[in-house]
């Protein structure tokens, strides 16, 4: 029940775009998304719970698919600071889970 | 706010001896979640546990490891007779709530190595 993101890596020059893919096979309940720099601690960056719902602040933004089954982070005009690797984590309603299931994150370098 | 304690930061243990994690979560958050990173790979679920209860261990294998979040003190994550496999960065989150309506708060992790 791991969500699939996509791509697994991204290398982007300063002030370009990327868009982060994170899947399941079945509906969420919620989808985290995190960030990871080598060797530190992943850092929350905001949470989805609603089916079309979109959230962001300053230029990193995700939406969260009608069906909740595929979620998108945005990162636009990238800063040196956004490389990292970043990481979907979901977990599913009924029963509920009560934890985060993480995907195998994304790794984005950002060069100046 | 002094966040989420995790020590140590690097451990080093020899084949079969055993390995004590210490996590102190955020300052009025009782749900802790321990998880595994191997190099280039995601976050691996564990354990799940609020002050003196394991919610889910589904994640954590059978024999030789054990968690417990006593009613004071930090919740400790135990390896018993370590095994080269074992070597990997544990990561320890803390939340207000249960469940995954807020986001979680992660320590800086203790790497261990076993020689």
């Known amino acids: 029940q791991q969500p699939v993101q996509s791509p697994q890596a991204v290398i982007l020059r300063e002030g370009e775009d990327a868009v982060i893919n994170c899947s399941s096979s079945?509906?969420?309940?919620?989808v985290h998304w995190y960030r990871q720099k080598h060797g530190e601690a992943p850092v929350f960056l905001m949470i989805?719970?609603?089916?079309?719902e979109q959230k962001g602040h300053d230029k990193i933004s995700a939406s969260f698919n009608e069906k909740k089954q595929q979620s998108s982070l945005y990162l636009t005009a990238s800063q040196l600071s956004y490389s990292g690797t970043y990481f979907c984590?979901?977990?599913?309603?009924?029963?509920?889970?009560?934890?985060?299931?993480f995907g195998k994150g994304m790794k984005l370098t950002v060069n100046p | 706010n002094a966040g989420v304690m995790q020590n140590p930061r690097h451990l080093v243990r020899r084949r079969g001896q055993e390995a004590r994690l210490r996590c102190s979560p955020m300052?009025?958050?009782?749900?802790v979640y321990w998880y595994r990173q191997l190099p280039e790979e995601g976050l691996k679920f564990m354990v799940y546990?609020?002050?003196?209860?394991?919610?889910?261990e589904s994640g954590m294998p059978k024999e030789r490891f054990s968690a417990e979040f006593p009613k004071e003190g930090p919740s400790i994550l135990r390896i018993q007779q370590v095994v080269r496999g074992d070597s990997a960065a544990y990561f320890c989150?803390?939340?207000?709530?249960?469940?995954?309506?807020?986001?979680?708060?992660f320590g800086s992790g203790t790497r261990l190595t076993v020689v």
């Open positions: 989150a803390s939340s207000l709530t249960g469940g995954t309506m807020t986001g979680y708060t």
């Open positions: 079945k509906a969420l309940y919620s």
């Open positions: 989805l719970l609603k089916g079309g």
């Open positions: 984590g979901t977990d599913f309603p009924q029963g509920g889970s009560e934890k985060l299931v």
């Open positions: 300052k009025g958050h009782s749900h």
């Open positions: 546990l609020q002050k003196e209860n394991i919610i889910d």
